[in-house]
């Protein structure tokens, strides 16, 4: 009898934590939906478009320089040595191009953005919803979610894919100065396999990835702060909960879309 009701309390629990899962993929599915529709409805609100893509963008240009630039070296560094084994160095800038361009540059860059200006995004708005701003904005008839919510999620999905650009140029950058500088790599050869190899459909399929992930990183965030409990255990609750769930949607997309694009 003890062991058939821990084994019911165990399928119990299984049950309820799944329900509650879908409940909660509902409702940030419906929240998503929501934001993007509210695109189209007027007024259009471009002013506070340009502020959000400052602050997701702009503000994350350095960690994301310094992110690719070494990025690219460590890349340049390994494939040299892994690639000297079979005599193939010149493969190198191929290498690191098509590395950074269908995989680390979108990835990265995603998981960078998602550190920086997520974090702040889900404090921000949950700050705003333990001190009823939000609320206050409703009383006054103003739509909260077209006012903070809208704006970040169409400022990540046009911020982030010129941020993977960045990305991938100063990794191949970082490959070229260790690969070629450092390591005496033919600059020629780096080149030129690099540009036999590298095709449209990695840079679109790289493209297309941080757009997608761009949308998920500021669509999760938004989301938790927006919704998170009371006090400042729920910001930081919700804050570490953003970043978290963000990262791991990312590689997860990652996975999914690398098998849909290649």
Same mark, same amino acid.
């Given at each position: 009898?003890?062991?058939?009701?821990?084994?019911?309390?165990?399928?119990?629990?299984?049950?309820?934590?799944?329900?509650?899962?879908?409940?909660?993929?509902?409702?940030?599915?419906?929240?998503?939906?929501?934001?993007?529709? $509210? +695109?189209?409805?007027?007024?259009?609100? *471009?002013?506070?478009? %340009?502020?959000?893509?400052?602050? #997701? =963008?702009?503000?994350? /240009?350095?960690?994301?320089?310094?992110?690719?630039?070494?990025?690219?070296?460590?890349?340049?560094?390994?494939?040299?040595?892994?690639?000297?084994?079979?005599?193939?160095?010149?493969?190198?800038?191929?290498?690191?191009?098509?590395?950074?361009?269908?995989?680390?540059?979108?990835?990265?860059?995603?998981?960078?953005?998602?550190?920086?200006?997520?974090?702040?995004?889900?404090?921000?708005?949950?700050?705003?919803?333990?001190?009823?701003?939000?609320?206050?904005?409703?009383?006054?008839?103003?739509?909260?979610?077209?006012?903070?919510?809208?704006?970040?999620? $169409? +400022?990540?999905?046009?911020?982030?894919? *010129?941020?993977?650009? %960045?990305?991938?140029?100063?990794? #191949? =950058?970082?490959?070229? /100065?260790?690969?070629?500088?450092?390591?005496?790599?033919?600059?020629?050869?780096?080149?030129?396999?690099?540009?036999?190899?590298?095709?449209?459909?990695?840079?679109?399929?790289?493209?297309?990835?941080?757009?997608?992930?761009?949308?998920?990183?500021?669509?999760?965030?938004?989301?938790?702060?927006?919704?998170?409990?009371?006090?400042?255990?729920?910001?930081?609750?919700?804050?570490?909960?953003?970043?978290?769930?963000?990262?791991?949607?990312?590689?997860?997309?990652?996975?999914?879309?690398?098998?849909?694009?290649?």
């Amino acid at each position: 009898m003890t062991s058939n009701g821990a084994d019911l309390g165990f399928l119990t629990g299984i049950g309820r934590w799944t329900i509650d899962l879908i409940r909660e993929l509902g409702r940030m599915s419906i929240f998503l939906i929501e934001s993007l529709c $509210l +695109a189209f409805r007027k007024p259009f609100r *471009l002013r506070l478009i %340009i502020k959000e893509m400052h602050f #997701i =963008g702009v503000k994350s /240009l350095l960690v994301i320089l310094l992110t690719a630039a070494f990025s690219g070296m460590v890349l340049g560094l390994q494939g040299y040595h892994t690639l000297r084994q079979f005599g193939s160095e010149a493969m190198l800038g191929s290498g690191v191009a098509l590395a950074l361009i269908r995989e680390l540059g979108p990835v990265l860059a995603a998981l960078m953005v998602t550190a920086r200006a997520g974090s702040a995004m889900a404090a921000e708005l949950g700050i705003m919803r333990i001190s009823e701003q939000i609320d206050a904005l409703d009383v006054l008839t103003i739509n909260s979610m077209k006012f903070l919510v809208m704006p970040k999620i $169409l +400022a990540g999905i046009i911020a982030v894919p *010129l941020l993977v650009g %960045i990305f991938d140029i100063v990794g #191949i =950058g970082g490959g070229y /100065l260790v690969g070629v500088k450092l390591l005496g790599v033919n600059e020629g050869s780096f080149f030129h396999n690099m540009y036999l190899s590298v095709v449209w459909k990695d840079v679109y399929s790289g493209f297309a990835k941080s757009i997608v992930f761009g949308a998920v990183l500021t669509w999760i965030c938004c989301y938790k702060g927006y919704t998170c409990g009371h006090g400042a255990k729920g910001v930081g609750r919700a804050t570490t909960e953003a970043v978290v769930i963000s990262s791991v949607v990312i590689l997860i997309a990652d996975y999914f879309l690398t098998s849909i694009l290649l």
